[in-house]
């Protein structure tokens, strides 16, 4: 088996700031599965990216998120909820040649369902992290993934979407991976 993850594939960390955290009524659990995310993007090179919104306001990413990615991450500010809005987002795209994004963070019915769209829109393959993503109203969560998988993204769990990538036990990574989740249980 090879150790470099399907072609294309990049990890987004929308607004995960402490400031949004303390208003999810499931935000330590989000912050879990977002932080087994970021490990096992990190473990398999796949790129992570964050964006945070209004970060001069409403401070940074989560330091155990931004410990976990590593150096090989990249962090970008925004105003706009769509994390597309982000200068110089799209050229860090171009860049890596992203043609899949998987998607975790804040909030489900705002930022998230926004950039999720966009994505969709600019032709990218989406996975919505189901278990890494969180909303401050449940309902309106559903609601939007359900819209969302209409529109034509994936929407699955971390430990589902990590697991295809490794595609078989004898990945060299597979033990690394398994060690992770049991560490986010």
């Known amino acids: 088996m090879s150790e470099t ?13 402490p400031t949004f955290l303390k208003a999810m ?26 964006t945070e919104q209004v970060p001069a306001k409403l401070g940074p990413t989560h330091p155990e998120l931004l410990a976990a990615a590593g150096e090989a991450r990249a962090v970008f500010g925004k105003t706009a909820f769509s994390a597309f809005g982000a200068p110089g987002l799209t050229e860090a795209f171009g860049k890596t040649e992203v043609s899949q994004l998987l998607i975790c963070g804040l909030e489900i019915p705002v930022c998230v369902y926004q950039t999720a769209m966009d994505a969709l829109r ?4 989406v996975t919505i992290l189901s278990d890494a993503v969180t909303g401050r109203r449940s309902a309106d969560g559903l609601t939007c993934l359900e819209a969302l998988r209409a529109a034509g993204a994936h929407v699955l769990p971390t430990e589902t979407v990590f697991y295809a990538m490794l595609g078989d036990a004898t990945h060299p990574r597979f033990r690394a991976f398994t060690e992770l989740v049991k560490q986010a249980a």
């Open 25 to 50: 009524p499931e935000g330590e659990a989000c912050l879990r599965r977002c932080r087994l995310a970021v490990a096992a993007a990190q473990l398999l090179a796949v790129p992570v990216l964050f």
């Open 122 to 125: 600019e032709g990218l393959g």
């Open 5 to 17: 993850p399907a072609a294309g594939v990049a990890l987004l960390v929308v607004d995960v700031q």
